[in-house]
């Protein structure tokens, strides 16, 4: 016992060591180390999905283009300028004279390998499939290259796929198994991965060759928290500098400290709920069981009068989001945004809800409640929401009171993601449902999501709706919006979209949730969002944050090793502490021992 | 040793032999079953595993039927079931849906992590447990065993999330007077160092983990040892012992105190078979890269073969583990032979 006992305090001594030997490193690398709340889930990007891995993409190789950092619209970047054939079918990409961060030359070529892979493999589909789905054929020649459509489609400058290194990756056999797991990676962005440990980090290098320049860093850490609550406490502490992504309570617990600097800005996200008008598979044929009444547009709007928007931002996302007068278009991008104005803008009013209501024919009973005209059901809608998220019980107990001013009862049903997911996008188990997305520069991936031809099949499978709808107006306007090369005309059509969206109310948007991150403003001297104007950013377009970043110099980094001191002088005195109690035990032991002897 | 002793200890052997096989065929017909439960088990859970993966994003119905047969969800359940059956057996574990890869890969590169922090946490907690359990039993009513048992029942109590955050959160961040000496995350620093510095980087991240796990879970080795002292204080050979004059000392640790660990050995051998599984919520406070966090994670997608993997991994290790526990009992307690 006496043993162990020295061998634990010594290990604790040991353990808090290590401090000395970090802060003791010699070269005074610029590192910067962001937070995230998602581990990697494939370094090979014809397979990674997630958000982080995309965002990590965006660092270290090129796309054909980047949205530009003030505009967001497309800007040059591997692409250094463009042509679009009459028909708008056939588009000529000039690609940049660069090279790849092995010293090869960037060529047409690595684009058209990396498109026609996509096209050609089922195995390489995975992480960006639907971006050449529209894709004819793809060709180089020299740094030209020539991607023919099989219809014209105006979102051709978003592209989110990134071009890889031919001569590095045509030598992969089977690329729906392939880790990628080789360093440094050979790319074309600002930096280059040198380290990923698997589901710890993923360490970043600034890229000396890269074409606009080498970052003004020299190192970036994606450092991944499993528990949102204790990468708060490690940006307060300093394990790492930046953390985005964050919920109210998280962004306000950052009040208070001097270091730490409050991003509160327009975020890409929109809240709404979604609401069963009716749903139907791709054949036509009725799926679910929505109550009948929501099928009558009237309905909805006035469900639509009876939300106080304003006091849901107030008292659900704390004041930290903007009302929604418009639909599922966020006004962070301010070229496609569309918001009501005049006679067509709902604004909060129950009186009207309820004249709508009575006039349709909703007649009250006497325990308050409406029936069907035909006074077949009572108006007692299922609202689905997220098990554990306060944020959504706090929106029902809203909602179900004002929807009881009008005579509507309103129930929370709370199912986990995969349950709420099925009942919401398949079988249509649902009346109103909560819902979101977050949209990307170009806006063409959310406008899908309400086409007809994503509502599920006959066998009930696939799919991928956000609302079950299929409005021949809305359709007739999305074609027409993907053959509009002129950037201006088709905002004007997405505008149309979105009122459609909005008076016929399929979903109803609620607010637009701020972007809420965290930085240290002792370890990073400047950022630039994007956009510039008050945008994002972790989790925004492009690489422009991250790119521009810069570390504060010399100074800080002597504050930090005094930290880090202060940190072992108090492990050290710790230690003390535990092997002087280790002591005190062996000697009491030997104490009593003696005691028992002379008895 | 005599003729006679040796013909004595023969059908001894014998049983033991018989017994343990008995208790191999039943471990085997276990986990049969359970290959078979892991099957229908997860497909009972609802979600469209496909849909799921798509979720957020924005996937035409060609690319989720693709995706369908990517992982043979597009064959009928009679013959997926087949078709896992012949895999488990192979120890092929199947590819994860999320991951892309093997799933035996997967386990491979985080099991390793989670078996040096609930491997550590075992033996501290065990020590530690059984060492307070025999000194409190010895003299039950005493400071020493109200002290103990009243703070092992309290930390017992602790829901493991909120002790894990409240210890992250003091020595981690560091509150007033207190420094955060320890990391808030993970198993080793970005930077590392080699050699024995590293091996003090990884010793500084699992103080915290390490220290919920003990906490948490100590008082049961403590309680069961305490009321198997209890038991052997009381009996004839403690009194023999203290007749002929034996430091007191030296009655607990060389006579009641071997005798008192049979009911521990049990106990101990159920937490190995637990080790594996390691403990997700441990894992997921301190983002420990453990099969904790792989598990709760293919929970989220959800990741079917994944899952089934990590689970079955867990019950056949307990399983094992149960076995080994029953067949040392046999040797180690004579007493059980009989019966």
């Not at chain 1, 617990?253 to 800005?265: A, F, M, P, R, Y």
């Amino acid at each position: 016992m006496r043993k162990l006992l020295a061998v634990l305090a010594a290990l604790c001594l040991l353990a808090a060591v290590p401090g000395t030997a970090m802060a003791a490193d010699p070269a005074p690398k610029k590192v910067i180390k962001i937070g995230v709340t998602q581990s990697v889930d494939s370094m090979n990007p014809f397979l990674a999905v997630r958000l982080v891995t995309g965002s990590i993409q965006r660092m270290i190789y090129g796309f054909l283009t980047v949205p530009d950092s003030k505009t967001l619209q497309p800007s040059p970047d591997l692409a250094e300028s463009w042509t679009t054939s009459p028909d708008g079918l056939t588009w000529t990409f000039k690609i940049r004279q660069a090279k790849w961060s092995d010293g090869q030359p960037i060529t047409a070529d690595d684009a058209a390998w990396t498109f026609n892979k996509m096209m050609t493999d089922d195995g390489a589909k995975t992480g960006n499939g639907p971006a050449v789905e529209n894709f004819q054929s793809v060709t180089a020649n020299g740094q030209e290259l020539t991607i023919k459509l099989k219809a014209p489609q105006a979102s051709m400058l978003d592209n989110p796929v990134p071009i890889m290194p031919k001569h590095v990756w045509e030598k992969v056999k089977d690329i729906s198994k392939y880790e990628a797991e080789v360093y440094p990676t050979v790319g074309s962005g600002p930096y280059v991965a040198v380290e990923h440990k698997k589901d710890q980090f993923v360490r970043l290098e600034a890229n000396p060759d890269y074409w606009r320049g080498r970052p003004k860093i020299d190192e970036l850490q994606i450092i991944f928290y499993d528990n949102p609550a204790a990468s708060i406490v490690g940006l307060k502490k300093g394990d790492i500098d930046l953390i985005g992504r964050l919920n109210p309570p998280d962004f306000e617990s950052l009040k208070g400290d001097d270091n730490i600097v409050q991003w509160n800005t327009q975020g890409r996200r929109a809240t709404y709920l979604q609401i069963n008008h009716g749903a139907t598979t791709s054949d036509d044929k009725p799926i679910g069981d929505g109550h009948p009444a929501l099928k009558d547009p009237k309905v909805r709007t006035a469900l639509h009068y009876a939300i106080d928007k304003q006091k849901l931002v107030d008292e659900v996302q704390g004041g930290l989001a903007k009302p929604a007068d418009g639909s599922i278009i966020p006004p962070l991008y301010k070229d496609f945004f569309w918001e009501a104005g005049g006679a067509e803008k709902v604004t909060f009013d129950l009186a009207k809800a309820n004249k709508i209501l009575d006039d349709a024919g909703y007649k009250k009973g006497p325990d308050g409640v409406r029936t069907m005209p035909d006074g077949s059901r009572k108006l007692q809608f299922r609202f689905s929401i997220h098990t554990d998220t306060p944020i959504e019980d706090k929106l029902a107990e809203y909602l179900t009171g004002w929807y009881k001013e009008i005579g509507i009862t309103l129930t929370t049903k709370r199912l986990d993601s995969s349950k709420f997911t099925e009942e919401t996008g398949t079988t249509a188990l649902f009346d109103i449902a909560i819902s979101g997305w977050s949209v990307n520069p170009d806006p063409e991936e959310v406008l899908g999501t309400h086409l007809c031809s994503r509502r599920p099949g006959a066998d009930g499978k696939g799919g991928g709706t956000e609302s079950f709808y299929c409005d021949p107006s809305y359709e007739s306007l999305y074609l027409e919006q993907q053959k509009e090369l002129d950037r201006g005309k088709r905002a004007e059509t997405i505008k149309k979209m979105e009122e459609r969206l909005y008076t016929d109310a399929p979903v109803i948007a609620l607010y637009y949730p701020n972007d809420l991150e965290g930085y240290r403003k002792d370890r990073i001297a400047s950022i630039t969002p994007i956009p510039e104007d008050k945008g994002l950013l972790y989790g925004g377009s492009g690489y422009w944050p991250f790119y521009t970043l810069e570390a504060v110099s010399k100074d800080g980094a002597s504050v930090d090793e005094g930290g880090s001191n202060g940190g072992v002088i108090a492990g050290v005195a710790g230690g003390v502490v535990v092997l002087a109690l280790a002591g005190f035990f062996v000697l009491r032991r030997r104490s009593s021992s003696a005691a028992d002897e002379r008895e | 040793m005599t003729a006679v002793e040796e013909l004595e200890q023969t059908p001894v052997r014998h049983g033991l032999l018989r017994y343990a096989a008995t208790k191999v065929g039943g471990a085997l017909l276990s986990i049969a079953m359970v290959i078979v439960a892991t099957f229908f088990l997860f497909r009972l859970l609802p979600g469209d595993p496909v849909r799921a993966l798509a979720q957020g994003r924005n996937m035409t119905p060609e690319q989720l039927d693709l995706e369908r047969a990517r992982l043979g969800l597009d064959k009928s359940i009679p013959e997926q079931f087949l078709h896992f059956v012949g895999r488990t057996l192979r120890f092929d574990l199947g590819v994860s849906y999320e991951y892309k890869r093997p799933v035996l890969d997967l386990i491979g590169e985080r099991i390793g992590a989670t078996l040096l922090l609930t491997g550590t946490a075992l033996v501290i907690a065990v020590s530690f447990g059984l060492w307070q359990g025999a000194r409190a039993g010895w003299k039950p009513g005493s400071r020493f065993d109200k002290v103990s048992t009243a703070i092992s029942l309290v930390l017992w109590s602790v829901p493991t999330f909120w002790l894990g955050l409240l210890l992250l959160m003091v020595f981690a961040a560091g509150i007033g007077p207190i420094p955060g000496i320890f990391p808030t995350r993970g198993s080793s620093s970005v930077d590392k160092p080699d050699g024995l510095a590293g091996v003090l980087d990884v010793a500084q991240h699992m103080v915290l983990p390490c220290l919920t796990l003990v906490a948490v879970v100590y008082a049961q080795y403590l309680l069961v040892m305490r009321s198997s002292v209890i038991d052997e204080v009381g009996q004839d050979y403690v009194t023999t012992a203290r007749a002929k004059g034996l430091r007191d000392d030296d009655i607990r640790r060389k006579h009641a105190v071997p005798n008192a660990l049979l009911p521990t050995v049990t106990l101990v051998f159920m937490r190995i078979g637990f080790v594996v599984g390691g403990a997700v919520t441990v894992e997921a406070i301190f983002s420990w890269p453990g099969l904790g966090q792989l598990f709760y994670e293919a929970i989220r997608v959800p990741d079917f073969t994944l899952m089934q993997g990590t689970f079955l991994l867990i019950t056949v290790s307990v399983i094992l583990m149960n076995t080994l526990a029953d067949v040392v009992y046999h040797v180690l307690d004579p007493r059980v032979r009989s019966a």
